[in-house]
């Protein structure tokens, strides 16, 4: 971008592929789109509903700067209930949105110069946040054989006396991989070995097939040096709410919130009151759309594995999210991505766009109705590539 008052710093961010495929697909009436992480079901209406009764009974103001204590309650209430883990409230802030969370948590905590460990591929807004708070992305790879999961062993060599942290991502966007126990386990050690601090993105929770979802704070001494993200967005449907929680070490929450009270103030109230009634009493609404995401990408996956020169993992580990080898069709990711948008009019995101690891690999998301996700798979056939 080139403006006299754009400041350095704006300008050193350019748009990611997926922004320029937006642009691309303006005027093709007939698209599939499976780029989009966002969830297409309408978050159910009682929660709606139970956010709508408290604005009505007062809830639009701002809340207190952790967030209304009855939903910091209901956070440690579902956590209790879900994974058995118990949290003080000292431990826990309501934000708006996780990417939000995510920002505040790496301001609150990386010093100019830090480094910072990242899995290759995963969700890019991590690297652009902790450049934004200073700090120096480094990238260690994961890889197919070993369904994306990530190793301990692969960061160790990437770890300097200037690494302060791990971001995990678990289940990972854009692979799906999910996090055994022996891996959290294995990070946790490697963690203690360094003096790490560790980030641990679980706004995936309900979208684990491969293993029951398994939260890095279950690991024993963890939740001293562990930053939690969660949010409504994916295991609710709610990405519009714009609604998130953290769970870490007290001193860490308040600096997130003094940090926070000066940026958005507080999270939005009526988000906040859908929070409490999704937490306490939203999972029953949620299971049907779970198992509809499951039926999607199981039966997506499958469809895939028959297209000649593409592969995916089958069953699929987790997310909604496939991510599919291409390399066999002798095109790369990017070249792939933009055929099948310009000759299928489907819309799929290269895997480079998540890391160099992602070479290869495009990310097709399983947030359209099943007979689209086939029909995507049909017209990608017929290509013949
Ligand atoms: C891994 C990951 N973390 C965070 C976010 C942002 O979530 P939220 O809507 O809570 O800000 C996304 C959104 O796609 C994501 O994929």
């Avoid at 009634?277 to 895939?304: C, D, H, N, S, V």
């Avoid at 496939?322 to 390399?327: A, G, R, S, T």
């Amino acid at each position: 971008m080139d403006h006299k008052f754009i400041a350095d710093r704006a300008a050193k961010f350019t748009p990611s592929v997926l922004m320029q495929l937006q642009s691309m697909m303006s005027g093709m009436d007939d698209i599939i789109d499976l780029s989009i992480g966002d969830p297409d079901f309408t978050t159910p209406e009682p929660i709606l509903t139970a956010g709508y009764q408290d604005a009505l009974k007062g809830y639009t103001h701002y809340s207190p700067a952790k967030g209304y204590p009855d939903v910091i309650q209901a956070v440690i209430d579902s956590y209790k209930k879900k994974m058995n883990i118990d949290l003080d409230a000292d431990r826990v802030i309501i934000e708006a949105s996780s990417a939000y969370s995510c920002f505040l948590a790496c301001f609150a905590t990386i010093n100019p110069g830090d480094e910072i460990l990242l899995a290759d591929p995963t969700f890019l807004a991590y690297k652009s946040q902790i450049a934004y708070a200073g700090g120096v992305p480094v990238f260690f790879p994961t890889y197919e054989e070993d369904h994306w999961r990530i190793k301990a062993k692969n960061a160790e060599p990437f770890i300097t006396e200037k690494t302060k942290g791990i971001f995990l991502c678990n289940p990972n966007n854009p692979t799906g991989a999910c996090l055994h126990k022996e891996d959290l386990q294995a990070i946790y050690d490697l963690a203690e070995k360094y003096d790490l601090l560790i980030y641990a993105d679980e706004i995936y929770t309900s979208y684990s097939y491969e293993v029951p979802f398994t939260s890095m704070l279950t690991i024993p001494g963890a939740a001293e040096r562990t930053i939690v993200l969660n949010s409504l967005s994916k295991n609710f449907v709610a990405t519009g709410a714009r609604l998130g929680w953290v769970i870490a070490p007290p001193e860490i929450i308040t600096s997130m919130m003094r940090l926070g009270v000066n940026v958005v103030y507080t999270a939005p109230s009526i988000s906040q009151r859908m929070a409490k009634f999704a937490l306490e009493q939203g999972e029953a609404y949620l299971e049907p759309i779970m198992a509809e995401f499951k039926e999607r990408m199981f039966k997506t996956a499958e469809r895939i594995n028959r297209i000649p020169h593409l592969s995916v993992q089958s069953p699929p580990p987790g997310s909604f999210y496939l991510f599919v080898n291409v390399k066999e069709t002798g095109l790369d990711d990017v070249e792939f991505t933009m055929k099948v948008l310009k000759d299928a009019h489907v819309t799929v995101v290269p895997g480079s766009d998540f890391g160099d690891q992602g070479k290869g690999y495009v990310r097709i998301c399983a947030t359209q109705a099943l007979p689209k996700l086939l029909e995507a798979c049909d017209r990608i056939e017929k290509l013949g590539l």
